[in-house]
Structure formats: C-alpha cells, structure tokens
C-alpha cells in the first residue's frame, strides 16, 4: 500500500512540475491532474498486485524507478491506464514481488510490449525477454525511450539493418514485413533482449 501512495504522489509532483514548466499555474494544475489520474492508477496497480516486495531489492527497485528512471515509470503508467480502460485485467500472480506491473492481454495476440516496468501479453516463454526491457529502462534512465524512439526512426528512413539482414530466412517481400521483421527486431534494444531469449520474427 505505502509502494502504490508513494508512487501515486511522484507522479502528481512529476505531472504538475512539466505542467509548470510547460504552460505556468494553469499548466501547473493541468499537469497535477494528469499526474493524479495517472498516478493513481498506476499506484494502485502497484499496491494491488504487491509489485515492489518488502525487501532491499524491491525498495532499490522502486527507488530507480521513481527516480532515474521515472520517465519511464510515467510512460508505462499512461501505457497501464489505457490497457485497464480498455478493459484489460493486472495479472497479479506474475506481477507480486515482480518489479514489474504485468497485464494479462497484450496489444497483440503476436507479441508482448513492455514500457516503463509495465508487461502486456507476456508468458513464462518469453519473460526473460521482455525484462531485458525493464532493466535497459532502469540502466538508462530518461535516455531510453528517446534512444528506442530515435533508432526506430532511423532504421525505419535509413535502413543499415539490410546490410545484415537474413534476407533468405526472413525476406522482405512486403511493405509490412519491412516494419515486422526488418525494423523491429533490428532496433538496439530488441537486438539485444532477442539475443538474450527469443527468435526474431520471420
């Protein structure tokens, strides 16, 4: 309970901090009630669920997660509210003593999608990867969705990845599987968690 109040709280302060900076006291109070909503979902999630154990790893865990790692922590917040209202469930078996928040359904049946610490559509199969995302996020900070996001840009306008490219196992043959299967598993991040667990899509 104290993990989900706590949490709540930062994400109001973080909220009502970019409202100020970005439109003054209006944007303050914008930001503050963005930050609540969000917040607040997100901490009960937290505390439902029992995320962050009573322990030194789960208070370390929490403490970069609302710290260093808080915009990260915001993202996968926005992300988990859209999943509850569309009527997605927490999984919280998977999620207790996790540091992470998992979501039963994914936004695709294909794959799971992590942001933030917050895991949709994930299986014991494929969780080892899906972490590597959270710890990237952890040891990165605020640097780790502008880098994801710049690297999908990149490879999406300036495609170095076909130089490497499996093109007899995986070819690319259709606008589509541009995105699937040359894009997506070439970016750093998924490169990296792919070696860890997983196959790239083919």
Not at 75 to 89: C, D, E, K, T
Request: proline letters at 5%; a neutral charge; aromatic letters at 12%.
């Amino acid at each position: 309970m104290v993990f989900g109040i706590i949490s709540a709280a930062i994400q109001v302060g973080f909220g009502a901090l970019l409202g100020l900076l970005a439109g003054g006291p209006i944007g303050l109070l914008i930001g503050a009630v963005v930050g609540l909503l969000v917040g607040a979902v997100f901490g009960w999630s937290v505390a439902s669920a029992g995320v962050y154990a009573a322990d030194v790893r789960g208070v370390f865990l929490f403490v970069v997660d609302h710290t260093w790692s808080l915009l990260n922590t915001v993202v996968g917040a926005i992300y988990l509210a859209v999943h509850l209202l569309f009527g997605h469930s927490l999984d919280r078996p998977t999620s207790q003593g996790s540091g992470r928040v998992s979501v039963v359904e994914g936004v695709s049946p294909r794959y799971a999608t992590t942001i933030g610490t917050v895991c949709a559509g994930s299986s014991s199969g494929i969780q080892r990867h899906e972490d590597v995302h959270i710890f990237q996020g952890r040891l990165l900070g605020p640097l780790y969705v502008p880098l994801v996001l710049a690297n999908y840009v990149l490879f999406t306008v300036a495609p170095v990845w076909l130089l490497y490219h499996d093109h007899t196992n995986a070819p690319i043959n259709r606008f589509t599987r541009y995105f699937e299967i040359g894009v997506y598993p070439h970016v750093w991040n998924e490169a990296i968690a792919y070696r860890i667990q997983g196959t790239p899509p083919r």
